[in-house]
Structure formats: structure tokens, C-alpha cells
């Protein structure tokens, strides 16, 4: 029978790649370049960089080894904060970073890949806006890890293609018009443990 020759391939890939399948936690912290602001007053122009603070990033991951090689899909939370001018302002998103990572050396493996990234909200407290546009943008991160058994700390730099653009609606209550350009810009520290 032709059947059991292919049941018994397909049972030995299965197991193959449930034996290297791999999952666990990870959270670290954000340095973001946050992007451009400006504002357009009645009788004031201010156009400027926002100023970068760090913020911070939390999550899981699943990975799967092939060789030297493996897949690694991280699903996080995001939030980060810069300021312009003295206002502050907070971002919070939804990031989904692919990694396609190969092993160097030792515990070394370098890694790159596609992001996706899903806008959830920017407050202020002396700026107000338009609610932000639920719409996935994408961008690409590159990085460096090392894993020393179950804990594995990363160091990566994370670009947004598409802008994320708000429009700003008022200053300190005061109505105004302006538009601020959010997209990710950042590098991470990242720390993750396996559970598995």
C-alpha cells in the first residue's frame, strides 16, 4: 500500500518539527526617533522632530529551528513616549515581527525580517487628535541575539515604511491644525525567556 509509506513521512515530519518548535514570553525596552510634528496656528507655524524617550515593549513568541536556521513570529504590545516643545506625547501599538534568523556562533544568531505594525492610540495632555487610522503599516527590523539556554537578550532596530499620521485638532484647548507623523523609528532591547 502507497498509504503507509506516506503516513509514516508525514508522521517524521510532524514530529521533527513539533521537537524544535519552541515558545516563551519577552519584553524589553524601546529608544524610539518618533518622527515629525506640525502645527499651524492662526497666526504661528512650528514644524520640528519629536523628541525621542524610551518606552517599552511586551509579548510572546513561538520559533521554529531548521539547521542553523529558524522562524521566529513575536506578537507584542508597545508603548512609547517622546515630547515637542514640552508637550508629551504617548503611543501605544500593536507590533508583529518575522524573524528569519540564522545561527553564527555559539549562542550568536543574527536575524531579519517583515513588521507589521497596528496604530492603537496617541494621547497627550496639552495636544488633542483625531482619533488615529486602525490600518496595518508595515516596515522591516534587523538585529543580533544571543541565547544562553532558556533566556536569549536581543538588540534590533526596528524601521516603519508608511507614514502614521494623525491630525492634530487643538493645543492646551486652544483649536488648532496641524499633523504629526508617528511612524516607528526605534531600536529595542529585548530580553525573552523560553517556557518549553
Known amino acids: 500500500m502507497k498509504t503507509a509509506p506516506n503516513f509514516i513521512f508525514l508522521l517524521l515530519v510532524s514530529q521533527i518539527c513539533f521537537s524544535q518548535l519552541k515558545f516563551g514570553l519577552q519584553g524589553g525596552l524601546n529608544f524610539d526617533a518618533p518622527g515629525d510634528i506640525k502645527l499651524v496656528g492662526d497666526q504661528l507655524q512650528k ?16 520559533q521554529v529551528d531548521f539547521l542553523i536556521f529558524y522562524l521566529r513570529p513575536e506578537l507584542q504590545y508597545t508603548q512609547v513616549s517622546s515630547r515637542f516643545e514640552g508637550n508629551a506625547l504617548k503611543k501605544t501599538r500593536i507590533e508583529l515581527p518575522v ?52 533566556v536569549g537578550v536581543d538588540i534590533r532596530y526596528e524601521k516603519g515604511f508608511s507614514a502614521v499620521e494623525s491630525k492634530i485638532l487643538s493645543e492646551a484647548g486652544i483649536p488648532n491644525k ?19
Open 178 to 196: 496641524g499633523q504629526i507623523d508617528t511612524r516607528p523609528n526605534q531600536f529595542t532591547i529585548g530580553l525573552s525567556v523560553q517556557l518549553n
Open 99 to 150: 524573524s528569519f534568523g540564522v545561527k553564527m556562533l555559539g549562542p550568536l544568531s543574527m536575524f531579519i525580517g517583515p513588521t507589521a505594525f497596528y496604530p492603537l492610540s496617541n494621547k497627550s495632555d496639552e495636544l488633542s487628535f483625531e482619533e488615529v487610522e486602525k490600518k496595518m503599516k508595515y516596515g522591516m527590523h534587523i538585529g543580533t541575539r544571543v541565547q544562553l539556554g532558556p
Open 47 to 62: 514644524e520640528g522632530k519629536l523628541k525621542s524617550n524610551s518606552g517599552f515593549h511586551l509579548g510572546g513568541y513561538a
